[in-house]
Nanobody, 121 residues
Framework: QVQLVESGGGLVQPGGSLRLSCAAS????????MGWYRQAPGNERELVAT???????NYVDSVKGRFTISRDNAKNTVYLQMNSLKPEDTAVYYC???????????????WGQGTLVTVSS
């Protein structure tokens, strides 16, 4: 079974920084895109940032210039560096990855359990 485990969430003051990590484990042949999504109370889950296996990135407009997504393919890990955090960034952040377990297996979408980020003074 493949799973994603997130870490790095917590409470931070406005203007502060946090770094989220998400490690994939289990039987993994290859990982295509990886990304971060978030869901604030009362809101739908939204895309924050994605990164391809080749390193191409995409961000939602509200985090551009403040958040940076990166990945370590050797460690099957994706990161989200969050700077200049704002109260409206408060949400549960979910890791997402498209993973293939073998050469002949299809890519399947896997989600982490979520990690809470709270931005408050």
């Amino acid at each position: 079974q493949v799973q994603l485990v997130e870490s790095g969430g917590g409470l931070v003051q406005p203007g502060g920084s946090l770094r989220l990590s998400c490690a994939a484990s289990g039987r993994i042949f290859s990982i295509r895109a990886m990304g971060w999504y978030r869901q604030a109370p009362g809101n739908e889950r939204e895309l924050v940032a994605t990164i391809t296996s080749g390193g191409s990135t995409n961000y939602v407009d509200s985090v551009k210039g403040r958040f940076t997504i990166s990945r370590d393919n050797a460690k099957n890990t994706v990161y989200l560096q969050m700077n200049s955090l704002k109260p409206e960034d408060t949400a549960v952040y979910y890791c997402n990855a498209h993973i293939r377990r073998g050469l002949t297996n299809p890519y399947v979408e896997v989600w982490g359990q979520g990690t809470l980020v709270t931005v408050s003074s």
